[in-house]
């Protein structure tokens, strides 16, 4: 028995941004845009409110996002979206700006947002649970990045002190996206892999998690099929639309994948990373993979054998996926990073660990320690 979630419509292709104006539409006339800052994407912002201003949308542009997004920034948002009412979200970029707009609808209509009560409330990627606010937004995604997914996910991670929290709401589903790979040509090739790679390990997390069921799981095989062949012809020629093409479908697919059946113990090793020192989720995943993999073997040698064989055409994982990893310059430790032997050990202290259902705290901190040197 399993059930499987999927209700964003989905407009892929290149060109598809074109049809932003008419999706818009169909959810009110005032729309509140949520972005960063970042100078290279300026002219795609502009872009945007000049054609919904143009079908006679009117756009609000909170464009505070930072990565990691934090509560306060939320607040923020959450703050100039009280001032100027909209009625619906939009958000454009990568997962922080995705994250930061489903927050920003959630709580709509609320004097304030209770984190307590929603990190504590909201705990599960899989129940059904009332909505936070009865005002909440409707969100509408514009990925530039090939890699978090969270356009076809119910997850919002937020920071809050030095912690990445997640919460799950079915209210944080967009209802539409728009996925055009030609968003996606000027990212540099860093950032790339980076996000690329978050989208394999959705993807392989979501394949070995007990959840997992045959939707899920042909969602998660496609996806990895499509980064390992592809994402290392993007770091060769970033340029090329058909490689874009390639990443986007993965992204989304493992996306998918990720919101039906969960993930393991890679994401929340990551998490504790970033919400200590400054490091992307993809390359902080990077680094705790293969020590994963590594100390796995013999425990879930059957489910990995079945990827070594669907992906890599080998009996073996760990050769291939770390020749992988080479090849998209992400075979790195934390050390390589800069990350110092105080932040290392306030990584390994955290309270966490004592709570992952994905193995002892030994046996996380062993995970850490092989990903460290």
């Not at 980076?194 to 979501?206: I, P, Y």
């Amino acid at each position: 028995m399993f059930q499987y979630y999927q209700p964003t419509r989905i407009h892929f292709g290149a060109g598809s941004l074109d049809q932003l104006p008419e999706i818009c539409k169909r959810y009110g006339n005032r729309c509140f845009m949520v972005t960063t800052p970042d100078e290279p994407l300026q002219p795609l912002y502009t872009r945007i409110k000049e054609s919904l201003t143009n079908a006679g949308i009117s756009v609000i542009h909170f464009d505070e996002v930072m990565p990691n997004p934090d509560a306060q920034m939320v607040e923020r948002g959450f703050a100039r979206l009280q001032k100027d009412p909209c009625d619906f979200v939009l958000a454009v970029g990568g997962g922080s700006s995705i994250d930061t707009a489903k927050s920003i609808a959630f709580c709509n209509g609320l004097e304030q947002i209770d984190w307590d009560h929603i990190f504590s409330a909201y705990g599960s990627p899989f129940e059904v649970y009332p909505s936070y606010s009865r005002q909440h937004l409707p969100i509408i995604s514009v990925p530039t990045t090939s890699g978090t997914g969270s356009q076809v996910t119910q997850a919002a991670v937020i920071t809050r002190g030095k912690e990445k929290i997640t919460f799950y709401h079915t209210d944080n589903f967009s209802k539409e996206c728009i996925l055009d790979p030609e968003l996606m040509l000027t990212l540099p090739k860093r950032m790339s892999a980076a996000t690329g790679f978050d989208a394999f390990t959705h993807a392989f997390e979501a394949y070995i998690n007990p959840r997992a069921s045959h939707y899920s799981k042909m969602d998660a095989l496609e996806a990895m099929r499509l980064v390992v062949e592809n994402l290392p012809k993007v770091m060769e020629d970033p340029k090329e639309l058909h490689y874009r093409e390639a990443m986007s479908l993965a992204d989304t697919l493992a996306g998918r994948a990720l919101a039906n059946s969960g993930a393991d113990a890679p994401h929340p090793l990551s998490e504790i990373i970033g919400g200590i020192v400054h490091m992307t989720h993809g390359e902080a995943l990077a680094v705790v993979f293969p020590p994963f993999i590594q100390h796995n073997l013999e425990k879930k040698k059957a489910v990995f054998t079945e990827i070594a064989n669907a992906i890599f055409h080998s009996e073996d994982l760990l050769q291939p996926f770390t020749s992988f990893m080479e090849s998209i310059s992400l075979n790195k430790k934390l050390k390589d990073f800069g990350i110092t032997p105080e932040q290392f050990a306030e990584i390994k202290a955290s309270p966490i660990l004592d709570h992952l259902p994905f193995g002892t705290r030994e046996e996380l901190e062993a995970i850490l320690q092989d990903a460290y040197e």
